[in-house]
């Protein structure tokens, strides 16, 4: 994550040190693909995940994204547990231009999960007369909104090589299912379990952060 976070710094003063381009110098392109690699370093829900941009106008976008969570390193890290599910995004963007090859946009997303999680823990049972070790399976559901902003940069010698940026604030809509036997209660209450959402229904705000890699395809 710290990672993540330096190279988003870095990049950003290399591109203010840029020089500026007039408003009519901007073209986005028609259809992008990229993959978004801040997912896989991010150790509490390890993730593939892709998208496009599909232009609209020449200042406004649509951004698409699918992908899978396969694994946290966090909440899945025992033989026999995993941590996997579907991730889905759509959102809306508008383009500014400010400096030479780079655009700034700012835009609206929505977002929904479903993850599926098996983590092995204490259980009681039977009224509490014994304890022993479960694999307690979670069914937890998001959909979310956030604004977010962002930078569209362009490489490489026909400008075809797209480095996207992005930071964002937003609220998370959760619902959490926990299976257990009817006799059965989580023992566990501190720990790891702790940064796990509760049961039921919740909200949490919610922090974006993202580094594309792509290609401009058309």
């Known amino acids: ?8 710094l870095f990049t950003q003063i290399g591109l203010l040190a840029q020089p500026a381009t007039t408003s009519d110098a901007l073209q986005i392109p028609q259809l992008t693909f990229k993959v978004n690699i801040a997912p896989l ?25 699918a992908g899978a969570f396969f694994n946290s390193t966090v ?39 479903d993850i599926r999680h098996r983590n092995i823990m204490e259980v009681f049972r039977q009224g509490r007369q014994y304890v022993e070790w479960y ?4 069914n937890v559901r998001t959909g979310g909104v956030a604004a977010r902003v962002g930078w569209q940069h362009y490489m ?14 937003g609220i998370d809509f959760n619902h959490v299912r926990i299976d257990l036997p009817p006799d059965a209660e989580i023992a566990e209450t501190g720990g790891l379990i702790t940064l796990e959402l509760p049961e039921g229904n919740s909200r949490r705000a919610s922090f974006l952060l993202g580094l594309h890699i792509g290609f401009v395809l058309w």
């Open 1 to 8: 994550m710290r990672a993540i976070i330096l190279l988003l």
């Open 41 to 65: 370093l991010i150790p509490f829900k390890q993730a593939a995940a892709f998208a496009t941009d599909i232009r609209l106008a020449p200042r406004w976008s649509i951004d698409l994204g």
């Open 135 to 138: 694999t307690v399976r979670r």
């Open 156 to 169: 490489g010698k026909n400008k075809r090589v797209l480095l996207d940026q992005f930071v964002g604030l």
């Open 75 to 113: 909440f899945a890290s025992t033989e026999g547990e995993s941590y996997t599910g579907l991730r889905t995004r759509a959102g809306v963007k508008r383009h500014f231009s400010s400096v030479e090859q780079t655009t700034f946009y700012a835009g609206l997303e929505g977002k929904y999960q």
